[in-house]
């Protein structure tokens, strides 16, 4: 059997060099979930040791419409760096992935650190701010087609993402609406209150998940909260503007 270093190095030079690989569980069907997450910490080691930065965690599968998408019922979570970080307004290029969909997400950034068991109110007094985002997802697997530990193995397919403006920590954004353009015509609506009911629950669950990893959400860390619709495809040419209540707007261009 490849060791878990091996199919790291395997899933991290897919997303470097926007390469489809097979599944992992094509040849190994008893990948575990665990051993899932140990290739993702060991991909994302191999980024961090090129030179990227740490900032932050995605959370995954956190809507009914993606969980429905992808045919998975399980929230996941992957890790953010500085290079996954795109400037808002700017272009996408698509030759840099291999499937890449962009979804419409709530970003929290914090102050304090969180670990472990939370409550609501503690994740919510540990945030410096919140603000509108979109993440861009691109599993590196054929025909877009994984199980979940494939999926978890390959950062659960977090590629990059745009962060608009934050706003106060105290605004609510329990159940605000969003409505994702290409060109100008709406291609997905939805609300805030998809994110697990309320994005704040993805907070507390990132701070629990994180932890059994070993590790903890520290000051500074940005956390995407989930989907909150179906994702969009991503084509060159399109001018993506994703609008939220109260919050306002994500833009972007996708080029070749």
């Given amino acids: 059997m490849t060791s878990l270093a091996g199919l790291a190095q395997i899933v991290d030079e897919a997303a470097r060099t926007a390469v489809a690989i097979p599944q992992l569980t094509d040849t190994l069907p008893d990948l575990t979930v665990d051993d899932a997450y140990a290739i993702q910490a060991l991909s994302v080691a191999r980024r961090r040791a090129r030179g990227e930065r740490r900032a932050g965690f995605k959370m995954g599968l956190t809507s009914r419409a993606k969980m429905i998408q992808v045919g998975v019922s399980e929230v996941i979570w992957g890790r953010l760096t500085d290079a996954m970080r795109l400037i808002e307004g700017?272009?996408?290029?698509?030759?840099?992935?291999?499937?890449?969909?962009?979804?419409p997400e709530i970003a929290y950034i914090l102050k304090k650190p969180l670990e472990g068991e939370v409550t609501a109110a503690e994740a919510l007094s540990a945030l410096e701010a919140i603000a509108p985002a979109v993440e861009i997802i691109d599993s590196r697997y054929r025909d877009f087609k994984f199980a979940l530990p494939d999926v978890v193995a390959d950062n659960s397919s977090s590629s990059g993402f745009f962060v608009g403006s934050w706003s106060s920590p105290s605004t609510d954004v329990t159940n605000l609406g969003i409505v994702m353009e290409v060109d100008g015509r709406p291609v997905q609506i939805g609300s805030t209150a998809a994110i697990l009911g309320n994005p704040i629950r993805?907070?507390?669950?990132?701070?629990?998940?994180?932890?059994?990893?070993?590790?903890?959400?520290?000051?500074?860390?940005?956390?995407?909260?989930?989907?909150?619709?179906?994702?969009?495809?991503?084509?060159?040419g399109m001018h993506v503007k994703t609008t939220f209540q109260r919050l306002g707007t994500v833009a972007f261009n996708v080029v070749a």
């Fill in 202 to 236: 993805s907070l507390v669950a990132a701070a629990r998940l994180v932890a059994k990893a070993g590790e903890r959400l520290e000051p500074g860390d940005i956390v995407l909260a989930g989907g909150a619709t179906a994702a969009h495809a991503l084509v060159p």
């Fill in 90 to 103: 700017g272009d996408l290029h698509r030759a840099a992935y291999v499937h890449p969909r962009v979804e």
